[in-house]
């Protein structure tokens, strides 16, 4: 908009008003509500098509809601500068975009004026510094086309490293579907929790267990909200919630038979 304000965001909640999204003629969302609160983890799960990434989308403003409203610490996407809202949000996807570039580079992408000190910093906090001194060259190691000469957990902590040094108070965190090993979870997941400590997450989970102490999980299909609460409300309540929690136990236990 011409008369687009910076986003002011010291303790940004996020807010969705009955936002209803279309691609093209296909309905993505139809009727979106729900608020994750500032400094709070918010879950969105469902299954696959449901609308998560839609709403990711729209929070980055790459689209604009058919109908409703989306807005951030009370104000409408649409009346603010596309540079203000990138600087309030961080994304962590389950495919994190590496450039064929050192590690130092790819981490340094979070904050284009940050010192060496502060991304061994933001290293050290993702538990990445160990892995990267191990490297040939440590930080200078070229990672090469999207990151192939790491390891997906190693990508998942440069992704993680990059997002603390960004330090928004919006974090969009996109869990990776691949299974790590147990070792390796543990430090991402470390180094996760870390992250998230002070800010907003909006946490797509695609494994149920790692979301059990979520302020509040909210079940997506179909393009709408159909279930809210927390994970205990949402076992006690049966629906959805429990369907794709028995489905998933029953698979993890029938992998580890
Ligand atoms: P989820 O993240 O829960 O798997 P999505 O938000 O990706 O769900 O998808 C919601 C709906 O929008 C689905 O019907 C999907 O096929 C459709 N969709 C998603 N992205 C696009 C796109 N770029 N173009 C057209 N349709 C899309």
Redesign the pocket.
């Known amino acids: 908009a011409e008369t687009a304000k910076r986003l002011e965001v010291d303790a940004g909640g996020i807010t969705f008003e009955d936002v209803q999204?279309k691609?093209?003629e296909?309905?993505?969302?139809n009727g979106v509500s729900f608020t994750a609160p500032p400094g709070q983890t918010t879950a969105?799960v469902?299954?696959?098509?449901?609308?998560?990434?839609?709403?990711?989308?729209l929070i980055e403003r790459f689209y604009d809601p058919t109908e409703g409203r989306v807005l951030i610490a009370d104000t409408d996407l649409r009346a603010v500068t596309f540079e203000s809202l990138r600087a309030a949000t961080a994304s962590v996807s389950q495919n994190p975009f590496l450039f064929d570039g050192s590690v130092e580079r790819n981490i340094g992408f979070g904050r284009l004026d940050a010192s060496m000190e502060e991304i061994i910093e933001a290293a050290k906090a993702a538990n990445a510094h160990d892995f990267i001194e191990a490297l040939p060259d440590g930080y200078q190691t070229r990672v090469g086309e999207d990151g192939a000469m790491l390891s997906g957990g190693q990508r998942q902590r440069l992704a993680i490293a990059r997002a603390m040094l960004r330090d928004a108070p919006i974090l969009l965190l996109?869990e990776a579907t691949a299974a790590l090993d147990a070792e390796t979870e543990n430090r991402v997941a470390e180094a996760l929790d870390r992250l998230k400590e002070g800010r907003t997450t909006l946490v797509?989970a695609h494994r149920l267990s790692t979301i059990r102490h979520a302020a509040m999980i909210h079940v997506?299909?179909e393009?709408t909200v159909v279930q809210s609460g927390s994970h205990a409300a949402l076992m006690e309540g049966g629906g959805l919630y429990r369907n794709l929690h028995d489905l998933q136990f029953n698979t993890e236990r029938g992998d580890a038979a």
Do not use: E, H, M, R
């Open positions: 999204f691609y093209g296909v309905p993505a969302l969105l469902g299954p696959s098509g449901g609308g998560k990434s839609t709403i990711f989308a996109d797509i997506i299909a393009g």
